[in-house]
């Protein structure tokens, strides 16, 4: 039987990041990966360029992204915040920069570049990576601890175990819930998991015929039964399916609850900063200054770039062929009106398989979140997406796996 200080089962961003932490404290350290390479999430995080942190700051309003989650985490990131992430990766010769939203990417705009500087940490502490070996089995032969792991048809032992595994967004890089079975086979309770952070499907046809105009600056409300719920103002992707992009994305957990409880529709507003009347104004000033050109020609100093033919079939009593001067006071009003409220019907969020972050696993009243510890397997440390902690996109979520992992790997 082969024996270590500390097991990591995971390669992913927590699980190097734990390996490369207890390697740099001295431990011996394995890590074993079911995929045929380690970082696979990473490497496609952020759509290739890995959106690493959020450079929020401020500590309290950091912390305030993470929701009910917030009262447990400050003892957390007092030990390694998003600002010792900077200074990590930087240590490790890869400097940061922040974009829109306070965003931060690698310098390089490169994902791989992370992996990469993942990579020399655990290379400078001696740390062992075994990839393409599944663990199959967690034996737990005295109550309250791991006793050895079965991997690959071989057993290996540590004083100290870290669960790496990630939830369940993105299965194709690995993350299929075993993590989840394996703790509740262990005694955690689970939480099941929802796709948090995911597209939204919508019925409408002109949805999806817009699929890949993206938009900059919209606002989107969205409705239960007829009655408004929230409304939020961001960047939006129409897809062959519906509508992604940063703004969905960190909508999606509101109106998964709100799917629940009723009928959702929501509206697009293309002119979030202007009221009904400064529009009219607009278009009205437009049509002044080209009363003799066919409607369709005038229509993109009125409509966003892409989205004419979608509404024009919105706007059926209204020709594109016709002079702009035989447009009616009605047909501007209803063009004014559609374009505060583009209509649509939500049908439901997309699968795991779309998803950037699922929430759900293990309650943190089970954890000491101070060390990382299971409360009920005293020699088991867990990390990352097995923790049930909503988050939003833009940093949040990795930010998540370096604290936890950074943690993790410390008390080992």
């Keep these: 039987m082969d024996k270590y200080d500390v097991i990591v089962i995971g390669g992913g961003a927590s699980g190097l990041m734990a390996a490369g932490r207890a390697g740099a ?32 700051e401020d500590t309290r309003t950091f912390l305030k992204h993470y929701k009910s989650a917030e009262q447990f985490l400050y003892s957390a990131f007092a030990q390694f915040s998003n600002k010792d992430t900077f200074t990590f990766f930087e240590g490790l010769g890869l400097p ?45 032969k005295e109550p309250g601890l791991i006793t050895s792991i079965v991997a690959g048809g071989k057993t290996y032992a540590a004083k100290t175990y870290i669960l790496a595994t990630g939830g369940l967004s993105h299965p194709e890089t690995g993350s299929t819930g075993d993590g989840f079975k394996w703790l509740k086979d262990l005694g ?19 949805v999806k015929n817009l699929s890949g105009v993206s938009l900059s600056f919209m606002k989107i409300s969205f409705y239960l039964d007829g009655k408004r719920k929230f409304s939020k103002t961001g960047k939006l992707l129409f897809t062959h399916f519906g509508l992604s992009g940063p703004l969905i994305l960190n909508s999606a ?43 369709k020609n005038i229509f993109d100093d009125i409509v966003p770039h892409g989205m004419i033919d979608a509404v024009f079939s919105l706007l059926p009593h209204l020709d ?14 209803e063009l004014v009106n559609l374009l505060k ?18 929430d759900g696993g293990i309650p943190l009243t089970e954890m000491d979140m101070k060390t990382m510890r299971s409360k009920f397997i005293s020699n088991l440390f867990i990390t990352g997406d097995l923790l049930h902690i909503t988050r939003p996109s833009g940093g949040f979520s990795l930010q998540l796996c370096w604290t936890t992992g950074f943690i993790a790997g410390s008390n080992a």
């Design 341 to 358: 409220a583009l209509p649509m019907t939500i049908t439901g969020l997309m699968g795991f398989d779309r998803a950037v972050v699922a």
């Design 253 to 295: 957990g509101e109106v998964s609850d709100l799917l629940q409880a009723g009928k959702v529709t929501a509206t697009i507003d293309a002119y979030p900063d202007t009221d009904h009347g400064a529009l009219d104004d607009k278009i009205m000033a437009v049509f002044d200054a080209n009363k003799n050109k066919l409607l």
């Design 96 to 140: 940061l920069v922040v974009e829109a939203r306070k965003r931060a990417f690698p310098y390089t705009q490169k994902s791989i570049d992370v992996f990469k500087a993942l990579e020399r940490y655990m290379k400078a502490g001696n740390v062992t990576i075994m990839t393409g070996t599944e663990v199959t089995r967690i034996e737990s």
């Design 188 to 206: 955690h309770t689970i939480k099941n998991p929802t796709p948090t952070i995911v597209p939204l499907a919508v019925r409408e046809s002109w």
């Design 25 to 56: 404290l001295g431990k011996r350290v394995l890590v074993l990966e079911k995929n045929l390479n380690a970082g696979e999430k990473i490497r496609i995080s952020g759509g290739g360029r890995c959106n690493i942190t959020n450079a929020e």
């Design 320 to 333: 594109k062929e016709i002079k702009v001067h035989s447009v009616t006071k009605e047909q501007r009003k």
